[in-house]
């Protein structure tokens, strides 16, 4: 290998790459390295011609960049600014936000569908966290428990 390629190899994959340019750079067929390395003929069809087009480097290991996210940073950072706005000035009952609802807001607002999965990444991206109502009784008497916890619960603790 060439003094570039023998150093900082960053994972197996790369290494195959790199040593498959090499083979062919010495006179292999294409056919003969696929079978030295145990790969399809077309793999190392296409890191030949990435090596052509890009030289060695281009063989190096790539990180994915996956979709490109289709709401601008602009409008993410307006985002937290709806947000506090509450849930009630968006037409929901109760101002508590839920994804489905986040999710809604963005299509009415940015014209963009994203599931509601995908929202919760982007609120926690934001510094928001996930809100869950709590569940009580409606007949609850808060009154009643405070008196409780006053006179009665001191009583049963110290016979405990």
């Given amino acids: 290998m060439e003094k570039n390629l023998s150093g900082q190899i960053s994972n197996w994959r790369e290494g195959r790459r790199f040593r498959a340019w090499e083979l ?5 067929r294409q056919k003969d390295v696929a079978a030295a390395l145990g790969v399809s003929k077309g793999s190392v069809s296409q890191w030949v011609k990435r090596a052509k087009v890009g030289g ?3 063989l190096r290991h790539r990180k994915g960049t ?3 996210p289709r709401l601008t940073p602009e409008q993410r950072a307006q985002i937290p600014h709806l947000l506090a706005q509450g849930a009630e000035s ?3 009952r109760g101002d508590i936000w839920t ?3 986040v999710t809604e ?7 963009v569908s994203y599931h509601s999965s995908q929202v919760g990444r982007i609120l926690k991206d934001c510094g928001w966290s996930r809100q869950k109502p709590m569940r009580r009784a409606t007949q609850r008497d808060e009154e009643a428990i405070h008196r409780w916890r006053e006179e009665r619960w001191p ?3 110290k016979r405990l």
């Fill in 24 to 28: 062919v750079q010495t006179g292999w």
């Fill in 56 to 58: 060695w480097e281009s």
């Fill in 66 to 68: 996956g979709a490109r």
């Fill in 90 to 92: 968006f037409g929901f």
């Fill in 99 to 101: 994804q489905p609802r």
């Fill in 105 to 111: 807001v963005v299509r009415r607002i940015f014209n």
């Fill in 155 to 157: 009583q049963i603790k």
